[in-house]
């Protein structure tokens, strides 16, 4: 029997050329980098340069996507972007990001849910592409957090950064259950958890964009069992386990949450993709930048059972399951 699966064809990332060490952080802010990586597991993160735009970051990313799948823009249909962070209230970061790599036809949408936004994105394209919206997506996490940020908050300045991670995803008929793809996804959002993550700001609230504010521990509290939650839906729909696991690709919030939620799963720490170090926190950015880092090193091969996971703000939480 044949089935139709939406396969991941090329990836790609970006990060800013500045780099913003925990040691640079503690020369202005009341911090060490003992205290961070104790905390956090980050090292340094990358910043945005004065007039580089979250479609900037986002459009780099896309071309490097696009050279891996060694397709050009004019064979994309849909065009998501995934951000916290968008050039403008309106129009939509995609439509900016689409104008910049010359792209005329499809469509293009923001999709905002904060650090799942990534992950909400690939399960959206997936239900666009088998529904013959389009037969190639082009799906980007992107953010330039650090124009959000108070800088004066040592709890909330020294976890993010900026950067842009990009996917070129394709519809693709198959016949065998090992035939790459993703095979499943699932979301989940509780909103009476909004106020323990959110920005202080918005057109409506403050007509202001507002900075970041975090009630760190009650995240952490929610945030293992909340992954935990995702992911075991989607083995038991699926039918795999964590013994079939190749790699798990997790956001990049938090060393302790990431090593939580491993432990928690059962997932042995040589499966599981870690970027935070030195990427810090790029929100819808951080599944992309980290699963592009696997892919380009040659970790993740062709075959491979891959779970990609993430939580943040609102709070929305997801994970898909792909046959790489």
Not at 137 to 159: F, H, K, M, P, Q
Not at 211 to 231: P, W
Not at 236 to 244: K, Q
């Amino acid at each position: 029997m044949t089935h139709t699966r939406t396969v991941f064809r090329g990836t790609g990332s970006y990060l800013p050329s500045r780099i913003l060490t925990n040691d640079e952080l503690a020369k202005t802010v009341d911090t060490t980098d003992e205290w961070i990586v104790q905390r956090t597991g980050i090292r340094q993160r990358h910043i945005a340069a004065e007039g580089e735009l979250t479609s900037d970051l986002a459009a780099h990313a896309a071309r490097a996507a696009l050279d891996a799948a060694g397709v050009s823009i004019a064979d994309v249909d849909i065009v998501i972007v995934a951000t916290t962070t968008p050039d403008l209230t309106f129009p939509a970061t995609a439509a900016i990001v689409q104008q910049k790599l010359g792209m005329h036809n499809g469509l293009a949408f923001d999709l905002q849910a904060v650090c799942s936004g990534f992950v909400y994105a690939v399960a959206t394209a997936d239900s666009m592409l088998k529904n013959r919206l389009g037969r190639r997506a082009l799906v980007i996490g992107a953010e330039t957090n650090s124009r959000i940020l108070d800088w004066t908050d040592r709890t909330t300045c020294v976890l993010f950064g900026d950067g842009a991670g990009a996917v070129v995803l394709e519809l693709a008929e198959g016949e065998a259950d090992t035939d790459p793809g993703i095979l499943a996804s699932s979301l989940r959002s509780d909103g009476h958890h909004w106020q323990k993550l959110y920005t202080d700001g918005g057109p409506s609230a403050s007509r202001s964009m507002g900075r970041v504010k975090m009630e760190g521990r009650e995240v952490f509290k929610h945030a293992v069992g909340m992954i935990t939650d995702v992911v075991q839906n989607v083995f038991a729909e699926t039918g795999y386990s964590v013994a079939d696991l190749d790699w798990f690709v997790p956001h990049q919030a938090n060393r302790r949450i990431i090593d939580g939620a491993g432990a928690k799963l059962g997932i042995p720490p040589e499966k599981v993709v870690v970027t935070v170090d030195s990427h810090a926190n790029t929100s819808a950015a951080s599944v992309p930048l980290a699963l592009d880092t696997a892919v380009r090193d040659g970790r993740i091969r062709r075959g491979d059972l891959v779970m990609l996971e993430a939580m943040g703000g609102g709070f929305t939480w997801g994970a898909s399951l792909i046959r790489w």
